[in-house]
């Protein structure tokens, strides 16, 4: 049955009608105790999303969706290693990535988890040569800058951990990422650095990326430069990647490779061998204490039920405000510096997802499916695109993301950011009436300007401190609620064959732009145009 079709989506129509653009004062004002109500607590993230504009039968409906989508079986499905990516024809079980010792998921009938703490293990032993001192460069030089080469989901998980718990790093290595195919990246990223210190990783899952075997063999060329032997790669590069042939033909040995598998999707990986510059930064202990917080949000979305199940809850909300109250994106802000790159992250993780034209069956969807994320840390963002959000004609649902204590506790800064997140959730849910605005002596021909409408809707996601365990809650809260939105939209979360058609073109052209002959027209004009343009200015 299509998705439209499903009498909780029916019904989730007429309430709409009915409610849907009820104000959230109305709301708060109708039932005073409602902040103490939506809200749920699981893996040490509390979230609060009793200002999102809904009911409890909103809520309700939203449930029986998921119900009549199947949410608990195709979860279940994840967990018993069905090939639930149809498309690609594989499982997805980046939940065994996180999997304690001991405990078993398993796949065709054989536990993995015991090749994932293997992997571990590995990196473990490697990571601590490093930072301790005992793994050594070529010339005996210890290793003090690690330059990790990927892209996409081989980089942005990478990026953003290395951000978010640089508190937590050793501060005598320099880390450094590099991915674009503009040279420019690889250039900037290593012009102060010394090859007889510098560990490159490359992480390529299929070790045949453009931008990354090109971004690779420069490494190689700049490293052997000055470090002359080619003997000298086996102590200045490693791999991850699940693709040993190549790896080797590289010439890395594949004793410096760290594998991972083909059920982990590209932007499923940050907590696979992917995170190897995660742990060479924070060291294995604060990588297992990220682990076990994935895993806690991990049990959760498999057990818990549906009515505090946080996944499930922000799943539901976003197809409540994409599908239903016409949202088109949704801001991610977090107050905290060291989360920069988290809602590029999330770009990745949902929109890649999530942004699906057809059902898993082929067939084309008439309904919206992913919103596009976007956001920047707080305060910043109030003092540029926040005026949208107030007073623009759209609606942008906001996650906050927040932590009561500072890690970095100086004057009181810690006080004046908490003090902004609520207040700003505040101000987007309840604005400033006329009467109010006029109250204090605001001429008329300004009122207007002056007026926030309110009914904004956001959710408040507050844990206690940014640590490795809560980051690691804090990704799975949203692997699961883009399988939740995936679920109820029909479509294959793990796939993204949307990637190839540029690629290919791509290549296409970069062959013939090194061609001799340089008046093909085999494109269409624009394009042929733009390609003589550039070919006379190189
Ligand atoms: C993620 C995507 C994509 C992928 C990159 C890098 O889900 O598949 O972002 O991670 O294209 O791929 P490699 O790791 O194979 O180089």
């Known amino acids: 049955m299509t998705l439209t079709a499903r009498p909780a989506w029916k019904a989730l129509e007429a309430h709409c009608a009915a409610v849907g653009a009820t104000h959230l004062r109305t709301l708060f004002a109708d039932d005073p105790d409602r902040g103490e109500r939506l809200r749920s607590e699981a893996a040490g993230l509390y979230v609060d999303y009793s200002k999102q504009r809904v009911t409890d039968e909103t809520l309700r409906l939203l449930r029986a969706l998921a119900d009549e989508c199947q949410l608990r079986h195709r979860i279940d499905a994840m967990w018993r290693g069905d090939k639930i990516n149809t498309s690609e024809k594989r499982a997805v079980l980046h939940v065994a990535l996180r999997a304690p010792r001991g405990s078993s998921i398993e796949l065709d009938g054989e536990n993995v988890v015991p090749n994932v703490h293997d992997v571990l293990d590995r990196m473990g032993t490697f990571a601590r040569g490093v930072r301790d001192g005992s793994w050594k460069g070529h010339t005996g030089a210890r290793i003090k800058n690690v330059v990790n080469i990927g892209i996409g989901g081989s980089d942005l998980g990478p990026v953003m ?54 971004n690779a063999q420069s490494a190689r060329a700049w490293a052997l430069n000055i470090l002359k032997d080619q003997s000298a790669i086996a102590r200045h590069f490693v791999a991850v990647s699940t693709n040993a042939a190549e790896v080797a033909k590289f010439g890395i040995d594949t004793e410096n490779m760290f594998g991972f598998w083909d059920w982990v999707g590209g932007r499923y990986s940050m907590d696979s061998a992917i995170g190897l510059s995660t742990m ?41 405000n994409c599908n ?49 994320i976007w956001g920047e840390p707080g305060t910043n963002g109030q003092h540029s695109f926040y005026q949208l959000i ?119 052209i970069a062959k013939e732009l090194g061609a001799a002959d340089t008046t093909a027209t085999t494109h269409d004009s624009s394009t042929n145009a733009l390609m003589r343009r550039y070919r006379n200015a190189r």
């Open 280 to 320: 060479l930064a924070i060291g294995p202990e604060h990588f297992r204490e990220l682990l076990d917080g994935f895993h806690m949000m991990d049990e959760h979305f498999h057990t818990a039920p549906f009515e505090n199940n946080l996944p499930v809850i922000l799943g539901l909300l976003t197809i409540w």
């Open 390 to 508: 107030h007073q623009g004609t759209r609606i942008v649902p906001c996650d906050f993301i927040a932590f009561s204590k500072s890690l970095n506790p100086i004057g009181n800064h810690q006080e004046l950011l908490m003090a902004n997140v609520f207040a700003q959730t505040e101000a987007l849910a309840f604005g400033k009436m006329a009467d109010q605005v006029k109250a204090e002596g605001t001429p008329d021909w300004l009122v207007p300007h002056r007026v926030f409408e309110g009914n904004r809707p956001t959710t408040t996601i507050l844990a206690d401190q940014l640590t490795p365990a809560t980051l690691g809650a804090l990704i799975a809260l949203y692997e699961h609620s883009v399988f939740t939105q995936g679920v109820i939209w029909g479509i294959d979360s793990f796939d993204q064959w949307g990637v190839e058609l540029g690629k290919a073109l791509a290549q296409q």
């Open 161 to 214: 951990a290395y951000e978010a718990l640089r508190w937590y790093a050793n501060r005598d290595l320099t880390l450094r990422f590099v991915s674009n195919v503009d040279g420019t990246d690889f250039v900037e990223a290593t012009r102060d650095l010394d090859p007889r210190e510098t560990l490159f990783i490359i992480s390529s899952k299929t070790f045949t990326t453009l931008e990354t075997m090109t």
């Open 324 to 372: 239903f109250l016409g949202a088109a994106t949704v801001a991610v802000l977090p107050y905290a510096q060291y989360l920069k790159r988290f809602p590029a992250y999330l770009q990745q993780l949902t929109m890649e997802s999530n942004g699906k034209h057809v059902t898993l069956d082929g067939a084309s969807i008439a309904y919206e499916t992913s919103p596009i």
